[in-house]
């Protein structure tokens, strides 16, 4: 039998507030270690201040995360890997579906992609899960359209029913039930390749 070595890189777009040390984004983090992927945390700084229901600040955020980001990954030849996983939560979502979009090897970056904003589907990207909760104060809680964008595009949508944009509830059992079914789901999206 034949074994072969995949080159794999998986990177963490984190959000404004919730870093890679956050439970999404950290166990996230984990499994794809233990899949064999060589990971690459990203962090931003410099944000202005009271960003939700402002454009302007939300537009200025964006340009500031992507263009830490582009500067962090410029040392990268992603051209060397034969699965790439960006591991995008809220603002963080919207710079790795652009940098994906913009990519030559866009082919082989899938995202998972949690608590994305709208904004992130305005770019083209390849294969995608996303999680959103319901209760989400930053795409509209119950008028969100997230899933249904997802459905146009033919992206796995996963729905956490009662969850903010943390994908956490009022129960931190449930939460912690919730948060190993997201895990289990994110692992399976990786395994697909």
Known sequence: MVTINMSKLAVLFPGIGYTADK?????????????GYEIRILGYSG??????????????SFRIAFDQ???????IDFNVYDDILFI????????????????????????VLYTPLEETFAFEFGDAI??????????????????SICEGRGI???????????LETKDPLRDMEMLSAIMKQMEDF????
């Open 156 to 166: 796995p949508c996963k729905l956490v029913p009662d969850a903010n944009h943390s």
């Open 190 to 193: 990786i395994n697909l390749l």
């Open 130 to 147: 996303v999680f959103t909760g319901d209760d989400d104060p930053w795409v509209g809680r119950d008028r969100s359209r997230i899933c």
């Open 88 to 111: 995008g939560k809220s603002i963080g979502t919207i710079v790795a579906a652009k940098i994906a979009s913009e990519s030559p090897v866009k082919r082989r970056i899938r995202l």
């Open 23 to 35: 439970p999404l984004l950290y166990f996230s983090r984990r499994i794809a270690a233990d899949l």
């Open 47 to 60: 944000f202005p201040p009271k960003i939700q229901g402002d454009r302007g600040r939300m537009e200025e």
């Open 69 to 75: 980001s582009v500067e962090m990954l410029s040392d």
